[in-house]
T-cell receptor, first 114, second 114 residues
Framework: DTGVSQDPRHKITKRGQNVTFRCDPI?????LYWYRQTLGQGPEFLTY????????KSRLLSDRFSAERPKGSFSTLEIQRTEQGDSAMYLC????????????FGQGTRLTVV | TQLLEQSPQFLSIQEGENLTVYCNSS?????LQWYRQEPGEGPVLLVT?????EVKKLKRLTFQFGDARKDSSLHITAAQPGDTGLYLC??????????????FGTGTRLTVIP
């Protein structure tokens, strides 16, 4: 297993454009998380899925953000009409369904909105 | 909203010194994890503690979970330059439906000077 992979690693976009990120979790993991991290801060929770069901969304996830996990495997995070404040590292993690969550992270997608 | 506060936020020490990082919350967690993150990479899991009062050791790192499962500490003995990084604690909450979430602390950036 190659671990959690995210694509792209880096994305530079102009303000107002839409962007989409992809996350491929560890194959047997049925939980998938998205976090956003700004420089020097801890990751902030955005949303998570158990299989294809989106179980929780943070208030940080405005209407411009949408996440999907259509077949319970890979997930996409789309940001519409990007703003400069969206610039951050977007992290994906996956875990097995168990009481004591141990999440394994991808390397992240660094988004820069210019 | 960050449920977990870490202190100190920044720590710069000389090689060979000891240090302790604290992770505090008013919430009770079903488990707590510690991660280390290098610049430009995703967090890497170091340890999971589950039982109140539990102590786990990982070479020169000692992790303790508070008796009430609201706080934790990480102690590093004889720090080395390779210990440099962002240390993150993360608490897992257990909801009544069985699903749980993982919330991160604010992070402690450690620099070990040779």
């Amino acid at each position: 297993d190659t671990g959690v992979s995210q694509d792209p690693r880096h994305k530079i976009t102009k303000r107002g454009q839409n962007v989409t990120f992809r996350c491929d979790p560890i194959s047997e993991h049925n939980r998938l998380y998205w976090y956003r991290q700004t420089l020097g801060q801890g990751p902030e929770f955005l949303t998570y899925f158990q299989n294809e069901a989106q179980l929780e969304k943070s208030r940080l996830l405005s209407d411009r953000f949408s996440a999907e996990r259509p077949k319970g495997s890979f997930s996409t995070l789309e940001i519409q009409r990007t703003e400069q404040g969206d610039s951050a590292m977007y992290l994906c993690a996956s875990s097995l369904t168990q009481v004591h969550t141990e999440a394994f992270f991808g390397q992240g997608t660094r988004l820069t909105v210019v | 909203t960050q449920l977990l506060e870490q202190s100190p936020q920044f720590l710069s020490i000389q090689e060979g010194e000891n240090l302790t990082v604290y992770c505090n919350s008013s919430s009770v967690f079903s488990s707590l994890q510690w991660y280390r993150q290098e610049p430009g990479e995703g967090p890497v899991l170091l340890v999971t503690v589950v039982t109140g009062g539990e102590v786990k050791k990982l070479k020169r790192l000692t992790f303790q979970f508070g008796d009430a499962r609201k706080d934790s500490s990480l102690h590093i003995t004889a720090a080395q330059p390779g210990d440099t990084g962002l240390y993150l604690c993360a608490g897992a909450t257990l909801w009544s439906g069985g699903a749980n979430n993982l919330f991160f602390g604010t992070g402690t950036r450690l620099t070990v000077i040779p």
